[in-house]
């Protein structure tokens, strides 16, 4: 089926139409690469053709690249994947290069024909990379419309022109947000930005560039890396003020990046060198390092967990199958503290009424007001409108009555973390809502098969863990009680796609996945402080390594009382099998101090008066001075990440997660870990099941039993298996 359509107007305007049949997003495929290419063929061929209009017919016009497309020119090489893809990649910039030579002498630059993009709205990836090598970018006036190349986000690099392109048209200062950050904007910022050339009205976005095609001159579509004397905007390399630019811009990446993303470092020296050459060698240069990048085990993780991975979590993977649609038309949220003003705000952006209860109606009313706070922020970014605040809280009210619960088809409790609070509400809820009503308790440490005893109807009981802030937080884990029935699993998966979340299911066990690993990464590094390790190679070794927060830090920004807290109420559970005792040490003595952590303004770190972090704590060093040896940088890393690691292996071992996409999606979108590597099982891909043997019986012989090699991961190193190998994405058990 065709994905690209060409036409030919009455005025000789070859109209090339995107539309890739039976998507609601065009993506390119190998297939849409040469129908593109035959139609610019077509085009440049036809004497009766004075120009071409690339546009789409969909309501955007690309969402990217389909990185399906680089697996398979990486496989179709055979024995060298290399060239394959390098090969694949240089026919991209040839099709390209055609779109913007349009025909044109080489020696007089003349004679070409004008290709204009007409963009009805969000361009992404290679979705902009095409209509920069067009000579002129319309793209209709639509607020909702993102323009940019987020290719950074996933571990790769704008790799089809388009980190080439946007250099020589911008300098590398102008493009560096673009092309480091992976900045998508509206269209009037692009314009603004200079990446794009007209922003026009969508009624008027066809006509605008059909008549600038067929007004346009030969020095309107001639390139000004092609034209004689051109020189990059902010200077080349070896210009005094570009110097200074890559001097600058190698720090920063840097420092962002702490040397453990490859594609930051690629692009970097892909700008670097293709400044230093003429444009189609800059071209060749950028397929090499897009290459380089490609074959680096970290970028292939990266894509699988942070696109491939994530998108099919969202479209329902693992949703029960033969389960009818579930969407939640009234919600009903109990308690409206933090997480419950949070949970009523993303329900209400999503179009959701929402019952919001506390004890006091001081109380619910605050937390509507979170959302009022809220909208007013986004007013001022231009983001929002009065209106949509007024339509956002009109969906939402709040109340002390449980009456107003009737008609329900949701609950989410989110009162405190108390099983007889918990069963308390849930007895009220009960004698409210009708008998179909799914219940979901909000809890990241009590048992869902316990708390799931207070309701009558345990099969539509369930668990939906949100993190703080719910606004911010991409992922949802969702608890599996033992008698919670397929139903309420699709009813809070479907919930959790309209409010536009990554959810993961996992089976109810101790903490259930996210803190089951989260927690021993934070105890690690608070046991290392007992046993003198200096605070500050412990933050550290965790930020070379790809933490975002160092554990030390972590813990202030959850607070300590609530770690206090946790391990009370563990410590009760499991008697004398509890392994953190000389944590606690360190943990409640700071309790002690009076030292919560950041809403108290002391904890591991010093604070101003302003909330901002003013350094480690003086005071903790007096307490527990650093050790005269200390470890080596490699061996904290080691701790802080097996740590998390190895709980990850036991809960695929134990069944408590049901497929291991969840497991490394879940970890980077809950916790951070490490999104280089593409999550636990995916590092432990890239390192070898072997060699993550050798280190765990190394740090279990010199750390203790917490390093226990897994049962799971020994067989596998027997064997030579990957966990992407021995568990089919589609498995649901280990």
């Not at 085990?297 to 991975?309: D, E, G, K, V, Y």
Request: with cysteine; glycine share 10%; charged share 25%.
């Amino acid at each position: 089926m065709a994905e690209f359509h060409y036409s030919v107007d009455a005025d000789g305007v070859a109209i090339i139409t995107w539309d890739v049949p039976g998507k609601s997003m065009n993506v390119m495929s190998f297939e849409a690469l040469q129908e593109l290419d035959a139609s610019i063929d077509k085009a440049l061929a036809d004497d009766a053709v004075k120009g071409a209009i690339i546009t789409s017919g969909k309501k955007d016009f690309a969402g990217g690249m389909d990185l399906n497309v680089l697996a398979e020119m990486k496989e179709s090489a055979g024995d060298n994947p290399a060239k394959g893809l390098f090969d694949g990649i240089m026919s991209m910039h040839a099709l390209l290069r055609k779109i913007e030579r349009a025909g044109m002498d080489a020696k007089t630059n003349k004679g070409g024909k004008p290709i204009a993009a007409a963009l009805p709205g969000t361009a992404a990836g290679i979705g902009l990379e095409v209509p920069l090598a067009c000579h002129r970018i319309f793209v209709a006036d639509n607020p909702k419309a993102k323009i940019g190349l987020p290719e950074i986000m996933v571990g790769i690099f704008p790799g089809a022109g388009g980190t080439t392109r946007l250099v020589r048209k911008l300098g590398a200062m102008g493009a560096a947000p673009f092309l480091l950050e992976g900045k998508m904007q509206d269209p009037k910022k692009m314009k603004a930005a200079g990446v794009i050339d007209e922003v026009v009205p969508a009624d008027e976005l066809m006509s605008a560039a059909k008549e600038w095609v067929l007004n346009a001159k030969d020095a309107d579509i001639l390139k000004p890396w092609d034209a004689k004397g051109y020189k990059m905007p902010g200077g080349a390399p070896y210009h005094p003020a570009g110097f200074m630019t890559f001097v600058g811009a190698s720090a920063m990446v840097h420092g962002k990046t702490q040397g453990v993303y490859p594609a930051a470092k690629a692009l970097l020296s892909a700008v670097y060198e293709g400044s230093l050459v003429p444009f189609d060698a800059a071209l060749k240069i950028e397929a090499r390092w897009f290459t380089n990048v490609l074959m680096n085990p970290s970028s292939s993780a990266m894509i699988r967990s942070l696109f491939l991975n994530k998108e099919a979590l969202e479209k329902g993977a693992v949703r029960p199958a033969g389960v009818p649609d579930q969407k939640v038309s009234k919600v009903g949220v109990l308690g409206a503290g933090m997480m419950g003003a949070g949970i009523s705000l993303v329900s209400a952006l999503a179009g959701i009424e929402v019952v919001l209860i506390d004890q006091k109606q001081e109380a619910a009313d605050k937390g509507k007001s979170y959302t009022a706070d809220y909208m007013d922020k986004g007013i001022k970014r231009g983001k929002a409108t009065a209106e949509k605040k007024e339509a956002v809280l009109g969906l939402i009210t709040a109340t002390t009555d449980y009456a107003a619960l009737e008609g329900c088809d949701l609950i989410v409790e989110a009162v405190f973390e108390d099983p007889a609070i918990k069963a308390e509400v849930t007895a009220k809820v009960e004698a409210v809502v009708g008998e179909d009503c799914i219940f979901a308790t909000n809890t990241s440490t009590l048992p869902i098969s316990e708390l799931a005893k207070a309701s009558k109807r345990p099969e539509q009981y369930i668990g939906i863990h949100f993190f703080s802030p719910v606004d911010k937080m991409m992922l949802v884990e969702i608890i599996k009680g033992k008698e919670t029935g397929d139903r309420a699993t699709a009813k809070a998966l479907d919930y959790v796609r309209q409010i536009r979340k990554t959810p993961i299911v996992v089976n109810d066990a101790r903490f259930f996945y996210a803190n089951r690993c989260i927690i021993p990464y934070i105890n690690e590094g608070i046991r290392m402080v007992k046993e003198g390790v200096n605070p500050a190679l412990i933050e550290n070794a965790a930020k070379l390594v790809g933490m975002p927060l160092g554990p030390l830090q972590l813990v202030d920004e959850t607070s300590i009382d609530l770690g206090v807290k946790i391990a009370k109420a563990t410590k009760a559970a499991m008697g004398d099998e509890y392994p953190d005792d000389a944590v606690d040490e360190v943990l409640f003595w700071m309790f002690e101090e009076g030292r919560l952590g950041r809403k108290s303004n002391s904890g591991f770190y010093g604070y101003d008066e302003k909330g901002k972090r003013t350094g480690l704590w003086e005071g903790l060093a007096a307490k527990y001075p650093a050790a005269a040896e200390q470890p080596d940088v490699t061996e904290v890393q080691h701790r802080l990440l097996f740590a998390q690691v190895l709980e990850a292996v036991r809960a695929l071992e134990d069944g408590v997660l049901m497929d291991i996409r969840e497991g490394d999606v879940g970890a980077i979108l809950g916790w951070g870990f490490a999104p280089w590597s593409g999550g636990p099982l995916s590092w432990l891909d890239i390192m070898g099941a072997g060699r993550a043997v050798e280190l765990t019986d190394a740090l279990t012989e010199k750390h203790g039993a917490r390093f226990t090699t897994p049962a799971l991961l020994r067989d596998m190193a027997a064997k030579g298996e990957t966990f992407y190998g021995r568990f089919d994405p589609e498995a649901k058990a280990a």
